[in-house]
């Protein structure tokens, strides 16, 4: 079975700085791909931004890019100047015949 | 994105009683729909997957007699919750997916309470 780990239970980050998120998972398949998203008090679920297996190069969403090494199974989020609205918790997922999520990370952005 | 409305957005019953959710994608036809339920501070457990037409594929541990999943048409999902308990209380997410390979697209939640 598939599992997401994100180490990182909490995180803060200054307004406008840059902050980035863990995420690591493990799998068998080769064919997959990886979600980031985020979860505001609302509780909607909202993409962020998502990564094909198979293609080499990380995935762009102007102020939120991703790292993915396929072959260390990480695939960490980084926010670039962070803003006040990004603040809710952060999901990672894995889309294999379902998706998995990991636990979560909430971020705290500070004014 | 494609939009899916979950409805309600919370309800409160009584215990012994029972609740159904429904889940509908508003702009798009969904092979299959996800239902999770999400306790506070922690992640999405998925419960069950339905292909529209067919039984749903619970997951391990989920009663399927007390969480009862229609997914009858390409838009729309209900999610019964019979005979409902305090332990029930939670919060449901569904989510709807056209196809295999692309991405799920989620409703905004129902909030349960069974008081």
């Known amino acids: 079975a598939q599992t997401v780990t994100q180490s990182q239970p909490e995180m803060s980050v200054q307004e406008a700085e840059t902050v980035t998120l863990s995420c690591t998972y493990d799998?068998?398949?080769?064919?997959?791909?990886l979600f980031w998203y985020k979860q505001p008090p609302s509780r909607q679920m909202i993409l962020v931004i998502r990564?094909?297996?198979?293609?080499?190069q990380n995935a762009t969403e102007n102020r939120f890019s991703v790292n993915f090494q396929k072959a260390a199974k990480s695939f960490s989020l980084k926010i670039s100047d962070s803003q006040l609205g990004d603040a809710a918790m952060y999901f990672c997922a894995y889309r294999g015949r379902q998706l998995t999520f990991g636990s979560g990370t909430q971020l705290t952005v500070l004014p | 994105g494609a939009v899916v409305s979950q409805h309600p957005s919370w309800v409160i019953c009584k215990s012994g009683t029972s609740v159904k959710i429904e889940c509908r994608s508003l702009d798009f036809q969904a092979t299959t729909m996800f239902w999770y339920r999400q306790f506070p501070k922690q992640s999405l457990m998925l419960m069950a997957t339905?292909?529209?037409?067919?039984?749903?594929?619970?997951e391990q541990g989920v009663e399927k007699d007390k969480f009862l999943i229609n997914h009858a048409s390409l838009t729309l999902s209900t999610l019964t919750v019979t005979s409902a308990h305090p332990e029930d209380s939670s919060f449901y997410i569904c989510?709807?997916?056209?196809?295999?390979?692309?991405?799920?697209?989620f409703g905004q939640g129902t909030r349960l309470t069974v008081v």
């Open positions: 989510s709807a997916r056209v196809g295999t390979n692309t991405e799920a697209f």
């Open positions: 339905s292909n529209e037409g067919s039984k749903a594929t619970y």
């Open positions: 799998t068998s398949e080769s064919d997959y791909y």
């Open positions: 990564q094909e297996a198979y293609k080499q």
